[in-house]
């Protein structure tokens, strides 16, 4: 059995959660099934929700802090020892050196990183991100061991990018092959800064929202949602989309995304989708510059930044007005993320938790 470490609620979101239930997927297709340990209810009914209807994977909550991960080792080092969790994958910005000095005698460890703060004593360290270069982890963990004293093994970049299996790159990728100019709207798993709505407002106030079918995805934790359908009710081009499970065809049959800086950006290059994003968190920063750097998707702010709000929808406008009447650079953004990613990172994520010793 495979544990893995991972918690969702309103404030964290639900991107933690989301890449791990993939990864337990493809480790569920290997032969083998998955505990996920969560802190609180909250999180359990977000992980049962999201692995509803698969097989070999259950949840155990910890009855802890999700913000004080040390108090709960001695409730996992349990867990994981009853449970006899051959490795175990981790995936949460709370934890501490002395976090996995305390659990890595029981089993191998795989930390999921973004952000190379500090080295860990882990077997697998992974980061999925285009900018891992910047962070310099080879000379972080030079010296750093796991389980048994294993050396840490580097899993880095793009390819290892845990896509669902809707997103990998094996079928045609054109995106809106009618007259229509269709546009993705989305946030993530939550909206605390009112983008959803925001954008559509901005577009109905710039004379822009007659001129692009709207397909508005509002997360299982977004609020205002009578909002967004007040617009849809009239606009007969905007449509509000909730419980989305084929993203990647909906992607698919769309021109342009607006979205948050988050995970979706990679799910939008794996299908070819241009996007104009924004900032909604300080650890999205280097992903702001990295995919700026690749052509194929442009900043229009951050709206973390007290006041930076409505210059950023002012920006996605702009952006918006510019990309509908130049079809060429479209194009060009298209054709720039071919072969970013091919989406299959899960899978080998899978193989090397399944492998790791």
């Not at 901005?202 to 359908?229: C, P, T």
């Not at 909906?250 to 290059?269: H, P, Q």
Request: charged content about 25%.
């Amino acid at each position: 059995m495979i544990g893995i470490r991972a918690d969702a609620n309103r404030i964290i979101a639900t991107g933690h959660v989301m890449r791990c239930i993939t990864i337990a997927k493809e480790i569920v297709k290997q032969g083998e099934s998955v505990t996920f340990f969560v802190a609180d209810e909250e999180s359990r009914e977000l992980v049962n929700l999201y692995a509803k209807g698969v097989s070999g994977i259950e949840t155990i909550v910890l009855g802890s802090n999700w913000q004080d991960m040390e108090k709960e080792i001695p409730a996992l080092r349990r867990e994981l020892d009853e449970r006899k969790i051959k490795a175990l994958l981790v995936d949460s910005y709370q934890v501490t050196v002395r976090y996995f000095e305390e659990l890595k005698d029981i089993c191998p460890i795989a930390y999921m990183d973004d952000l190379g703060k500090e080295p860990y004593p882990v077997d697998i360290l992974i980061n999925y991100s285009g900018y891992y270069e910047s962070m310099n982890y080879k000379e972080l963990y030079k010296g750093q061991s796991g389980y048994r004293k294993a050396p840490t093994e580097l899993l880095l970049g793009l390819s290892y990018a845990p896509l669902r299996e809707q997103f990998y790159s094996e079928t045609d990728s054109s995106n809106a092959k009618s007259d229509d100019f269709n546009i993705l709207v989305t946030s993530g798993g939550t909206d605390n800064y009112r983008m959803l709505s925001g954008v559509i407002k901005a577009m109905e106030e710039q004379d822009l929202i007659s001129k692009a079918n709207f397909k508005v995805v509002a997360g299982n934790m977004v609020s205002g949602i009578d909002i967004l359908r007040d617009y849809a009710g009239r606009y007969r081009n905007v449509e509000v989309l909730k419980n989305v499970e084929q993203m990647a065809d909906l992607m698919r049959s769309c021109n342009l995304a607006i979205a948050a800086a988050g995970t979706m950006l990679t799910e939008c290059a794996a299908v070819c989708l241009p996007v104009i994003y924004y900032q909604v968190a300080d650890n999205q920063k280097f992903n702001v510059s990295f995919w700026q750097g690749t052509g194929g998707m442009s900043f229009a702010g951050d709206v973390t930044k007290e006041g930076d709000r409505e210059e950023t929808l002012q920006n996605i406008c702009n952006q918006v007005k510019a990309l509908l009447t130049n079809k060429e650079k479209l194009s060009a953004m298209k054709n720039a993320l071919s072969g970013v990613t091919d989406g299959r990172g899960a899978v080998r994520i899978a193989k090397a938790l399944l492998t790791i010793n």
